[in-house]
């Protein structure tokens, strides 16, 4: 299918809309949900799409159904616009990744790219159009269950991740094949929330949206993300879906985004709920002149966007500002050839769910993302011919957790849990023991995903004194406990906030009923919060996260060594909930020599720093080269520092480079991230790793100036495998 030119596109955009009624252009704006587990409210939706008054649908996941419906908006209503079907693909449809948090935590955009390229495929193969991710939000604050499928505190990494993405998502072009349109979301700052509490308003300076928030939504357009979806939450008094400044201002007038808007999940009709609006009428004017192009209405409930003929008719929006809206969605469908292809071909989806290369990337992806946190005496990596080895915890055996939180396509008999890796990757006289150890409690306040829309697979209930009894005799009697501990999947993501860092339930009691064992144990955290084991000390630990359908291959893999630990964390692990929020990216401050003194009951650092992460060999590096020790600003100078593989395997290691601004026209933070670059090198190898420091890295948006500068000043530079690299020269920005 050949690419129409724009003028193509506008030409034909221009002969729709000249035939379309107020009403059909107020339903090319709406999008439904559209549950298949709620067959009264898909009836309804049939009647809107028949009646001209849906331009999109979501949650709709199965190919014949997407097809169906389709066949009814091009053959049944009176214009046959195709609907644009979006859905949350977050880290795959069927073949489930890692989530989105770990594979930032590979500091490996090719992971991330390669990831969402199959996810992509998959999503596309059942007639899908559109995603909404990646999920760019920044956050400090590890109680947001959010955290989960963002890319962590760092708006470097965040951007990396997010560019990367949008490119695995779409392709080349906005209709490439086997490819959707990206939707970062959500617009703006939701990670700020109050105290980590999902859904609660966010105050965010300009300094900290600048500098922080935006970042990865300005590098997730200039990959070309086609869509942005706007945030439910108040950012600084004005709900994010009706601040006009943040959608037009800052979105079109500053970034020159020509994509289009939609709105989180009833954000528009929400604007009354923030008492913002007056009432549904006023709400739908208000997103619109805001400069929101499309309703994600809410589900089971009434479009707000419904109202906009009226609005017309009574003169609140022009037909000017309708027509504009109706375009940018006209534009997406043209670009994605639903008018010349609009139905799905059920055969290719089939076989597409089904690519075992797929299942391989998703493999990768986990062994690349997990974090070696601590390894005393080396323990790991295990031999395949460990004796014996229990396997103990709610996580270990549990396909549903290893997969994560938003995932709803999964087959749960293809997920390979920790347990079953183990068992398939020890060897044949290794004797492999499994109890669950303790019940996964259950959520104080239900999740939204736990509705019988949303159908989940059920906790698996034990007797807790008679497993944790039966996990210290498994551990007695073995060589090596292997624990799997952490947080369920709809305890973190959506919804999903949480006032502690604990391990839920009497996991904890576990653990240290292991610990005192004796055994040597090695913990396999699987959450995404950065946990507080209460000074439990195994011999080894490693962060998991959630990894996907290949979780429990990888994992062993990992274990006994047939593959290398090379991720890092994506923020500063703190000590305790008290510490947060705990960027490493701090202000100086006047007194930086009790900066970790900042609390008199404890120390302010954190347990483990941001971009911390071992291996099962060792690094060093020579102080970093500099290709000058002044430029002018506007200039780019080039550091270069060689990085040595000291130990016995070949592994990976994330060089990363920091700044720290010295003086100018605001404070900057007593380090920032400024590059990094994840590389194999064999035992005894060196390499020489460059990164560029000029204007893009350098400038800033000045709290002092109003604007984005790049100062007269003095830079100091360190280099290092985690955030305390010691900076070890500097240079001169001068004119
Ligand atoms: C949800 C989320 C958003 C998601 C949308 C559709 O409530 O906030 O991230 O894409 O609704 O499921």
Redesign the pocket.
């Known amino acids: 299918m050949t690419q129409m030119t724009d003028a193509e596109i506008r030409a034909r955009v221009d002969n729709l809309l000249a035939q379309m009624s107020a009403e059909e252009k107020a339903g090319q704006l709406t999008q439904y949900f559209t549950f298949s587990r709620a067959p009264d409210e898909v009836a309804r939706v049939e009647d809107e799409v028949r009646a001209g008054r849906a331009g999109s649908l979501?949650?709709v996941s199965k190919a014949e159904e997407i097809d169906r419906l389709q066949r009814i908006a091009v053959e049944q209503s009176r214009l046959g616009i195709p609907l644009l079907f979006g859905y949350?693909v977050i880290h795959g449809l069927r073949t489930i990744l890692p989530v989105p948090l770990a594979v930032a935590a590979s500091w490996d955009p090719a992971v991330a790219e390669e990831g969402q390229a199959v996810a992509a495929a998959e999503a596309r193969a059942i007639g899908l159009h559109w995603t909404?991710a990646p999920?760019v939000d920044i956050t400090r604050d590890p109680r947001w269950g959010r955290m989960i499928e963002g890319a962590g505190e760092d708006p470097v990494l965040g951007s990396a991740m997010a560019a990367a993405q949008v490119r695995g998502f779409q392709g080349a072009f906005i209709g490439a094949p086997g490819r959707v349109i990206a939707g970062p979301?959500?617009f703006a700052g939701y990670g700020a929330a109050f105290g980590g509490r999902d859904y609660d308003e966010a105050e965010i300076s300009d300094n900290e949206l600048w500098n922080i928030y935006l970042p990865p939504f300005k590098a997730a357009l200039d990959a070309g993300a086609g869509n942005v979806?706007s945030a439910?939450m108040g950012l600084n008094g004005v709900p994010a879906t009706g601040n006009r400044w943040l959608l037009t201002d800052v979105l079109r007038e500053t970034w020159g985004f020509e994509g289009f808007v939609v709105t989180?999940?009833g954000a528009a009709a929400d604007l009354a709920t923030h008492h913002y609006a007056a009432d549904l009428g006023d709400a739908a004017v208000r997103a619109l002149d805001a400069g929101v192009d499309m309703e994600?209405a809410p589900p089971f409930g009434e479009a707000a966007y419904r109202t906009l003929p009226q609005a017309l008719a009574a003169g609140r929006i022009t037909a000017a500002q309708l027509d504009t809206a109706v375009r940018r969605v006209l534009d997406a469908k043209l670009r994605m050839g639903l008018f010349e292809a609009p139905y799905v071909d059920l055969g290719a989806a089939a076989a597409m769910l089904a690519a075992p290369a797929h299942r391989a990337v998703a493999r990768r992806a986990a062994e690349r993302s997990a974090v070696l946190l601590h390894n005393a005496g080396g323990l790991l990596p295990l031999s395949r011919d460990t004796g014996s080895i229990a396997v103990i915890g709610p996580l270990a055996d549990s396909a549903r957790d290893t997969v994560g939180p938003w995932v709803f396509e999964q087959d749960d008999n293809e997920t390979v849990t920790v347990l079953a890796g183990i068992r398939a990757a020890a060897g044949p006289a290794t004797r492999v023991d499994y109890t669950p150890g303790v019940t996964m409690p259950a959520r104080l306040h239900k999740s939204i995903f736990e509705d019988d829309v949303h159908a989940q697979t059920q906790r698996l209930v034990v007797d807790d004194d008679i497993e944790i009894a039966n996990s210290v005799r498994l551990a007695r009697a073995a060589e090596v406990a292997v624990l799997v501990l952490g947080e369920a999947h709809i305890m973190i993501g959506?919804h999903a906030s949480r006032s502690s860092l604990d391990l839920p339930g009497r996991q904890q009691e576990l653990l240290e009923a292991v610990l005192a064992t004796g055994t040597p144990v090695v913990l396999l955290i699987m959450t995404g919060r950065p946990v507080d084991l209460k000074g439990a000390e195994p011999a080894a630990k490693m962060m998991i996260w959630y990894p996907g359908t290949r979780g429990g291959e990888a994992v062993a893999n990992l274990l006994f060594g047939a593959a290398v630990p090379g991720g890092k964390l994506p923020y500063n692990w703190p000590r305790n909930i008290g510490q947060v929020p705990l960027p490493y990216a701090q202000l100086r401050s006047f007194r930086p020599d009790w900066a970790q003194e900042r609390y008199w009951n404890e120390g302010n650092a954190p347990l483990y720093p941001f971009g911390y992460g071992l291996s099962y060999t060792t690094f060093s590096y020579a102080a970093p080269r500099l290709s000058a020790d002044r430029i002018a600003p506007g200039k780019t100078l080039e550091v270069t520092v060689d990085v040595t593989n000291t130990g016995p395997v070949t592994g990976d290691e994330v060089v990363q480079l920091y700044i720290h601004q010295r003086y100018g026209s605001a404070a900057r933070p007593v380090r920032e991230l400024k590059g990094f670059q994840r590389v194999t090198l064999a035992p005894g190898e060196t390499r020489a790793v460059r990164f560029p420091l000029g204007p893009g890295e350098l400038s800033y948006w000045s709290a002092a100036r109003r604007d984005r500068v790049q100062d007269e000043t003095c830079i100091d530079v360190g280099v290092g495998g985690d955030s305390t690299a010691p900076f070890m020269t500097s240079f001169e920005v001068a004119g």
Do not use: G, P, R, S
């Open positions: 979501l949650f949350d909404f999920m979301k959500h979806m439910y989180d999940a994600m959506e």
